[in-house]
């Protein structure tokens, strides 16, 4: 007896290796038909045995290839017609486009083994890759995912290649980056000044000039870099100085594991992390700064950020006689979209690099690199992108089709519909219009390879946001809603751990910055949350805001509202009062004495820039996060210590936390001559009693027994770790982000829930 059965398959199998799998399963079955792209997907029809038809639909989703990610598989009978042999056929174009495309892969052993062997045909070749690595999503321009639909289409195939891409048994069967040094692009060192040289030489020059100390835009799977000697102090100055970047840290890409040995903490999920085939930046732990000798990489720091080379372009540069270990930061001016364009970076890049390292393929989809920590054993994503976008999330409440604008900070938008969300990589702080454009065509992109197309627009509650203003602006059709940040926060972290919604959550939201319902600017928020909406049970006490980013900038300003707000003099000997000039002094008492310019805010963030001022720590960042940065450092040279205290009061049904009692504490401690460490320690345990002390309360009130904790504070791996730890000793089930940030750049994903319960309170 004969069957014939029509399976379609949808997920991420396009572009890793899926059909040249199916070819493979049913040859091995003996089953006769054929398999294709679609735009949602592979589909096969398989005819033979009604044993081996079943076997085949049964395996080809627990036997997929290592990239493949399936996500359902369906399958009608058809009536046999008695064909023979199997075939892959070429892809169906038209109809409905909805498949995964998968992101971006590092390099596999297969191919490093290949690069590096004098006998291979693509030895020390640039862009080598094959079925199980290399580009996607960066080089997709449309689906079906086929050669002619990525920036590979402009380059054809050598006949030693098409011979393997047409070999059934060999790893590049219908691996569309397919390429080798006859067929494939070409590198290009270009030196103002000199000519420029391609190939061998590019890379030979490139090399020279790194060990020189010169920097390099070096152009990348998503965008460009600048790199430079890590080693070389006076070139790391000097590139931190062209960018602009003040002190903030910069990545690092080194060889190999050795290469980090004597620098950072290596545990074995941080191990997994760098070696595995995403590659994100991994924020590593410093044994102690002074030692490493990387002061100029990462002054003030108590991590590393590093990621291992993902492209064979990054092995054949960090290679011997070249620098082991290079500063591999993204090709912008701060707060700019990174440079993805070939003239763009020749222009644009000028003031920054001594010589530019390109090739020929162009970068269809930007994407940064993603960066993550771990916690407790597990990661922490604190920016998801590449290796990441732009596979889905599965959502636990299906949705409307929705475009979620996300945040101005570190923005990550989400398309969604159905039970899925698609999250785009990291876009950047919407400040500017070229920030504003890379959104636009990263919606478009997405929307593209999705299909979705938004009834609903979902923006944050802040009534100056200006990606509220420029969503609502591009998708004029698509029905409004507002959502409030911190609850934002706290339904994403319920999202990505598949709660319904059903039962609400205590929900610790800690950042900077979030307009509060109140007018009031929110951050130290403790909220009784599903998706349909929030109750506000606890926060930080509020202290005047003086002077709006000033005091962001300057946290001598937030020290200074913090005392004035607890009734605490501004004694000379204080360092953030030595910090603040006598003019600006008098113009703050001012300002908070008459309440000018001086909005009110709960924000754990700003309370975190108070204490590191007042112990001496940080009085101006130069970056986002920067005095907390530094002041988590400080705790963690210091060690444990007992915490201060703060107080709780009632205050309109709401639970207070007033911070008084911890900068009196804080002051004590400084006129007794304590060191900024044990400050900072003692803080660091004093937010984390906080943290339990109110959520103890919320269970014995509303007997809740789940705490969500998000946020970008939660971003501090100490301050987490020992709040995770303390919730546990009371008994609770602690949640933390494990897919999207904890910072804005998991917004999106918040905003798409509590959107989709129409009506509720939270809905706006």
């Known amino acids: 007896m004969t069957v014939r059965r029509r399976v379609a398959v949808s997920g991420v199998v396009q572009g890793v290796g899926f059909r040249p799998f199916v070819f493979a399963l049913a040859t091995e079955l003996g089953l006769a038909g054929t398999v294709t792209n ?24 627990g036997d997929a290839p290592p990239l493949a990610l399936v996500a359902a598989v369906e399958h009608a009978p058809l009536t046999p017609t008695g064909a023979r042999g199997f075939a892959i056929t070429p892809s169906r174009d038209g109809g409905p486009r909805r498949t995964l495309v998968p992101p971006d892969t590092a390099t596999c052993a297969d191919c490093l083994a290949e690069l590096a062997d004098p006998a291979d045909r693509r030895h020390r070749h640039p862009f080598i890759s094959c079925t199980n690595c290399g580009p996607r999503h960066t080089i997709v321009t449309g689906l079906p995912y086929d050669r002619a639909n990525t920036t590979m289409a402009g380059f054809p195939l050598c006949p030693d290649c098409t011979r393997e891409y047409t070999d059934p048994a060999d790893r590049r069967f219908h691996a569309q980056p397919l390429c080798c040094h006859a067929c494939g692009p070409r590198l290009a060192l270009t030196v103002p000044g000199r000519p420029a040289v391609e190939r061998e030489a590019a890379l030979d020059g490139a ?86 000798g990387l002061d100029a990489v990462a002054p003030g720091s108590p991590d590393l950020g590093v990621m291992l080379p993902y492209t064979p372009l990054h092995h054949l540069l960090l290679a011997p006689p070249g620098p082991g270990l290079l500063v591999m930061t993204s090709a912008n001016l701060s707060g700019e979209p ?39 054993g597990e990661q922490l994503p604190l920016r998801r992108s590449r290796g990441h976008a732009p596979l889905p999330l599965p959502l636990p409440v299906p949705v409307r089709p929705a475009l979620a604008a996300g945040g101005d900070v570190k923005n990550t938008f989400a398309l969604a519909d159905g039970g899925y969300a698609w999250l785009s990589g990291h876009i950047g702080d919407m400040d500017d219009l070229a920030t504003l454009g890379a959104f636009d065509r990263a919606v478009a992109q997405l929307a593209a390879v999705t299909a979705v197309r938004p009834e609903v627009l979902v923006v944050d509650r ?83 805001l003086p002077g709006g980013d000033a005091a962001v900038r300057r946290p001598y300003r937030m020290a200074l509202a913090h005392l004035w707000a607890a009734g605490l003099p501004w004694t000379a000997s204080l360092p953030a009062v030595r910090a603040c000039p006598d003019g600006e002094r008098a113009l703050l008492e001012r300002q908070l004495t008459r309440s000018l310019n001086c909005v009110p805010t709960s924000s754990m963030g700003r309370l975190f820039d108070a204490v590191s001022s007042l112990a001496g720590v940080c009085q101006l960042a130069g970056y986002e996060a920067q005095a907390a940065v530094e002041l988590e450092a400080a705790a963690l040279q210091h060690g444990p210590a007992d915490g201060y205290a703060f107080a709780l009061r009632p205050e309109d049904g709401v639970l207070v936390g007033d911070p008084g009692p911890v900068l009196a504490g804080v002051v004590a401690d400084l006129a007794a001559g304590a060191p900024a460490g044990l400050v900072a320690a003692r803080f660091h345990a004093a937010v984390a009693g906080l943290v339990r002390a109110l959520c103890r309360a919320a269970r014995e009130r509303c007997g809740l027994e789940t705490v969500a904790l998000s946020g970008g504070v939660f971003a501090n791996a100490l301050l987490s770790a020992d709040c995770g730890r303390g919730l546990r000793a009371d008994g609770f089930t602690v949640l933390r982000h494990r897919r999207v940030p904890p910072n804005d750049g998991g917004l999106a994903l918040g905003q798409l829930m509590v959107a989709a319960r129409a009506g509720g309170p939270g809905a706006g």
């Open 38 to 61: 679609t735009g949602e997907g592979v589909l096969a029809e398989v005819e033979g045995g009604p044993e081996a038809v079943e076997a085949f639909c049964r395996r080809i989703a």
């Open 207 to 292: 090399r020279r000039l790194l060990r020189e100390g010169a920097v390099l835009a070096v152009k990348g799977l998503g965008g460009y870099h600048l790199a430079c000697d890590a080693r070389n102090a006076p070139s790391v100055t000097r590139l931190r100085r062209r960018k602009r970047r003040g002190a903030k840290p910069f990545a690092l890409m080194a060889r190999d594991l050795t290469e980090l040995a004597a620098l950072v903490r290596l545990g074995p999920v941080e191990e997994e992390l760098l070696t595995g085939p995403a590659r994100p930046i991994v924020l590593l732990r410093r044994p102690g700064p002074a030692a490493d």
């Open 338 to 376: 990174i440079v993805t364009d070939d003239a763009e970076a020749l222009a644009r890049l000028a003031p920054l690099v001594d010589a530019w390292l390109t090739h020929d393929r162009a970068i269809h989809v930007p994407c940064e690199d993603s960066v993550v920590r771990v916690v407790d």
């Open 462 to 544: 802040h009534p100056g946001y200006r990606s509220a203003r420029h969503a609502r602006r591009t998708h004029p059709t698509a029905q409004p809603r507002t959502v409030q940040h911190h609850h934002a926060h706290i339904a994403s972290v319920m999202a990505e751990h598949g709660l319904d919604g059903r039962r609400p959550v205590i929900g610790v939201a800690f950042d900077g910055t979030g307009y509060g319902d109140d007018g009031a600017v929110w951050g130290g928020e403790v909220l009784l949350a599903d998706y349909d909406g929030f109750r506000r049970f606890g926060h930080l006490g509020y202290v005047p």
